[in-house]
């Protein structure tokens, strides 16, 4: 039987090569391999590796950029490399227990990173240099307590509520702007949305198992990349290792996927159509929301519920560099306007530990402020940036930048936004459906990871788990997708009662 497919097979290869050769005649036979892989990120090239690893060799990533690393991307700023996606390693290893990964493929490929202290703190308000340390030390105490008073309701499955209301039972006091700066910092700049936008429960888990030894995570370190070939060195550099360029499709942008029980096909924007025995979709949540793959049929109605369901985050990074460095020497710089959220977070590249010299700052937004500032024009939010820093030093006279820059990730077709969050609406049930396959195209990314969403590390579990899964399929395991829930239709414990 094997061996009359294969003679069946290199009669077909042949026949496709006697067609080729004739000048006058079109290739119709579209493209095939067992597994495509959509999306050259990490979730990609992790899936991509595990297949190789396990003897599955007809494979095909296809990428719509011009190289892979997806959400790891980096870009030439005033003379240097710099991040616009990931940035930090999330959590490095405590004593000996569990790693994380993007750290070990760190080491494997001699990232250059220095841990970066997010408590080494210079504090501003709209009136220049205030010392408001005491609000981010209480800042901190809130957000302990926070995770502390979520766990028995983890544990006793009681409902979740918003990370605001979190915050309001745990005592949280937050009744002027440094106190406002200080717990953005906590919170914000970790899930790029509000507390009253984001999960109490999910938020607490998603830290405590990247942060928190005692809770099965890594460790509380931070390590930022200032690798000047850019952090998506780590992932271009395990495709070199595993990977073949026959094995990668780049500047290939999907338009559609038709799926069914018997296999994949794909149209790219230029018409080409390619077809797998299976897929795995590593789009980001944010391009499945925003309909810019259709699916062929629709996707069913659970399905695009549980897509809705959860929120595609934006956090931004802008980018200065000054003809001189007049700023703080500390690590970081909090910034507490009258408004939440305007320009809060500071970061200074201009350091020892990084790159000192480089005369870089950069300013960090998120959620609807970086929707803001992509509906401006460069020179808008440049000047509203600079209207910032001279509140920030009034007694200096501050130059004006030579280079600016800020990524538009919630604009881009190929992102729709930096990384998910979990809202306080979205259920354990729609989780399940994100994650579900449908017939043979199945869905990885940061956004399926329940314990890590949003972080490297969730994208790079979930490529490794999903192509064992794919992997068990293929091999012929009948029972393979039972690791794959179907949530259901998602309902309320007991009904709304309104009659009380
Ligand atoms: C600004 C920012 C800061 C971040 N900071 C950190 C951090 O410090 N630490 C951390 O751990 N995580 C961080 N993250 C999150 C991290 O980058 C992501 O979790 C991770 O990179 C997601 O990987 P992925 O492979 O799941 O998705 P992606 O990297 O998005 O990969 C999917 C790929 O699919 C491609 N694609 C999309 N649509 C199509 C299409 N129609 N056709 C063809 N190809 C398509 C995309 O180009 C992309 O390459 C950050 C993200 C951003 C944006
Ligand atoms: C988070 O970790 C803290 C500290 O170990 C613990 O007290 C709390 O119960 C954990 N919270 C959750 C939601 O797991
Ligand atoms: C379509 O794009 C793919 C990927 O870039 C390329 O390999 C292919 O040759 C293109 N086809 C046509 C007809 O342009
Ligand atoms: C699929 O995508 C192509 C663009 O490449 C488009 O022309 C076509 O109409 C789409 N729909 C179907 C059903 O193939
Ligand atoms: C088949 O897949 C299921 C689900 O992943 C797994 O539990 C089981 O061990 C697998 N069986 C074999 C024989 O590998």
Redesign the pocket.
Known sequence: MVSSLKALWIALVCAIGTINALPQEKRTTPRHAQVLI???????VIAARTFKQAGINNILV????EEL????RSTEFGGLTVE???????GTQTGNGPINP?LTLARKHHLKTQFNNFDDLTTYDDTGLVDFIDAANQADTDFNNFNIVAGPRVANAQVDMTASAGYRLSGAKILDKQAAAAQYLNFDFEYAQTPQESSWLAASWNNNFTFVAEQGGFSEANLMCIDQRGYKTIVQGEAEDFLTSDEILLN???QNITYSSTGVSVTLTNGTVITGDYALC???VG?LQHD??TFIPPLPAFKQEAISSIAMAT???IFLQFPTKFWFDTEMGLYADPERGRYPIWQSLDHPKFLPGSRILFVTVTSDFSQRVEAFTDEQVQAEVMDVVHNMFPNIEVPEPNAFLFPR?HSDP??RG??SNWPPSFFSGHHENLKLNVDRLYFA??ATSVKFF??????YFE?LNMANIIISCIEGNSTCNTALTNGGEVTNSVPFDLNN
């Open positions: 959509l999306g050259g990120g990490i979730t990609g296809i990428e719509g950029r690393g997806g959400r790891m616009l996606g990931a940035n930090w390693i999330q993007i290939a942008v999907v590593t789009f980001s391009v810019d793959v956090y931004t990074k990730w190929l992102y930096s990384y990314g940061e949003g972080f490297l590390h969730g994208a490529g």
